[in-house]
């Protein structure tokens, strides 16, 4: 069985509450969930994402701040029988698919989306297909944040 995913796309959900500075402070109730992080979206990889490794490093901080607190981190990925319309050899894929799908589904199940902004790569089949699943996803009602947006 092969496995690919659409692209990077990191999202915590849940109810936030911002402290005086606006800041956004991590709590029980919080959780992290990577979608599909996968190697295929690294330089060299089937589906690479334009600097797709950039985000590792600020994965890793995320996460890190959330085992600091013992919040549940929580990670996906597709999988797919050899001939999946999604891969290339088959015509192509449908760009943020996967995320966008996730977050359509966290908000109709009442949780709030913060899509860390600083940690998403699009594969970009099509010029500008990220920027648009970002610009609808937040028209869902996902809210961008960077890791600079969490309180210390």
């Not at 690479?48 to 085992?67: I, K, M, Q, S, T």
């Not at 359509?104 to 989306?113: P, S």
């Amino acid at each position: 069985m092969l496995w690919e995913a659409l692209e990077f796309r990191f999202l915590s959900r849940a109810v936030r509450h911002m402290n005086s500075s606006s800041s956004i402070r991590l709590q029980t109730g919080d959780a992290l969930i990577a979608v599909d992080v996968q190697n295929d979206f690294l330089p060299g990889g089937s589906l690479a994402a334009p600097e797709g490794d950039a985000v590792v490093p600020v994965l890793n901080r995320y996460l890190a701040a959330f085992a600091a607190r013992a919040l549940p981190v929580f990670a996906t990925r597709d999988w797919h029988p050899p001939n999946h319309c999604s891969f290339k050899a088959q015509g192509g894929l449908a760009t943020d698919y996967c995320v966008l799908n996730t977050v359509r589904d966290a908000l109709a199940e009442g949780f709030e989306v913060l899509l860390l902004a600083d940690a998403i790569r699009a594969v970009d089949l099509k010029a500008g297909d990220g920027a648009r699943a970002q610009g609808e996803m937040q028209k869902l009602g996902a809210r961008p944040i960077r890791y600079e947006d969490l309180a210390p």
